[in-house]
C-alpha cells in the first residue's frame, strides 16, 4: 500500500507492500481490507479489494510529530476524514459491496463498506470545511466533533460493486465483473487481476506534493524525508508512470501474473 502520512511522514516498503497483500489475501470476507484510525493521510495508486473500516478516535487524544523527527508537536483527537484518496482502484471482494456497521474491542463504532461512499456529505475541501465551522456558531472541541473533516477524492475507480462518494471527480465506476489472486512463494509475490476494459482504460495523473495539499491539524506538506518533494512516478513494480496512467498499483493492466514483490 503507498500511503503518505503528514504526521508520520513515511512510505511503505516493498517488504510492507507484501505484508498488506498477504493480510488481504487471508481475511474473510466480513473482515476489512484496511482498519483506518487516522486522518490526514495520502492514499495514491493503491488497490483495496474490499471493505475499508473508518473509526474515529475520540475518548483519548494522539500524538502528531514535527517533519522527519518524533518531537511531538502536539495532540488531538482522531476525528476521522481530512484524507485524500488520488488514482487508487476499489474492489468489492464476496459479499463486501455491503456496508457493515463495526466495533472494535474496545467499543468503538465504525463503518466498514468497499469504495469511498462512507465519505458522502463530507467537505471536498478545507474552505468548505471552514465555512461549516463558521456556520456553526460558537462552541469548544465538540463542535468539530460534529462537522465532518474534508476530503479529496479524485480519479478513482470502481468495480464490482465497489461504490463511489457522490460528486467524485472524474470517478469511474464499473458493475461488471473483476477478480484478484496472489500467488505466494518463499522469494516472490505475483498478482493476478482481471478487470473490464472500462476500468483498465482508465487513466489517472502523476501525482506530487503539490497535489495533497497540507492536513489541517498539522499543516504540513507530504514530502520525502530529506524535505524534497514527493512524485509518485512508479508503479508497485517499478516501471515508470507516464503523464496519463491506469490507476491503482500498475502503470497498465495486462493478462498475466505481475510480480509485484521479491527478496
Known amino acids: 500500500m503507498v500511503k503518505y502520512n503528514s504526521t508520520a511522514r513515511s512510505r511503505s516498503s ?92 474496545a467499543g468503538a463504532a465504525g463503518m466498514a463498506e468497499a469504495g469511498t461512499a462512507f465519505f458522502d456529505g463530507y467537505p471536498r475541501s478545507l474552505e468548505e470545511y471552514e465555512q461549516l465551522i463558521e456556520e456553526a456558531g460558537l462552541g469548544d472541541e465538540e463542535l468539530y466533533r460534529s462537522v465532518k473533516q474534508p476530503v479529496l477524492l479524485s480519479s478513482n475507480a470502481y468495480v464490482s460493486g465497489a461504490k463511489a462518494a457522490s460528486g467524485e471527480a472524474e470517478a469511474v465506476v464499473s458493475g461488471d465483473g473483476s477478480s484478484l489472486a496472489l500467488r505466494e512463494t518463499d522469494d516472490e509475490l505475483w498478482m493476478t487481476v482481471s478487470l473490464p476494459e472500462s476500468i483498465r482504460s482508465a487513466t489517472g495523473p502523476v501525482i506530487s506534493t503539490a497535489d495533497l495539499g497540507q492536513p489541517r491539524i498539522v499543516e504540513e506538506y507530504f514530502e520525502n524525508p530529506d524535505g524534497s518533494p514527493i512524485v509518485v512516478d512508479r508503479d508497485i513494480t517499478g516501471a515508470a508512470r507516464g503523464a496519463c496512467s491506469a490507476r491503482g498499483p500498475l502503470a497498465a493492466y495486462g493478462d498475466g501474473e505481475v510480480l509485484i514483490w521479491s527478496k
Not at 498488506?20 to 487471508?26: D, E, N
Not at 474473510?28 to 475499508?52: E, W
Not at 487524544?61 to 488531538?76: I, L, M, Q, R
Request: some cysteine; aromatic content about 12%; hydrophobic content about 40%.
Open 14 to 105: 516493498r517488504l510492507n507492500i507484501r505484508k498488506s497483500f498477504r493480510s488481504v489475501s487471508k481475511k474473510t470476507s466480513a473482515a476489512p481490507s484496511f482498519d483506518d484510525y487516522a486522518q490526514g493521510a495520502a492514499f495514491v495508486n493503491n488497490l483495496f479489494a474490499g471493505r475499508i473500516r473508518h473509526t474515529a478516535v475520540l475518548d483519548r487524544s494522539t500524538p502528531y510529530h514535527f517533519p522527519h523527527v518524533t518531537d511531538v508537536a502536539g495532540e488531538a483527537f482522531v476525528y476521522g476524514g481530512d484524507d485524500r484518496y488520488v488514482n487508487n482502484l476499489f474492489l468489492a471482494v464476496d459479499d463486501s459491496a455491503k456496508p457493515l456497521c463495526t466495533a472494535d474491542a
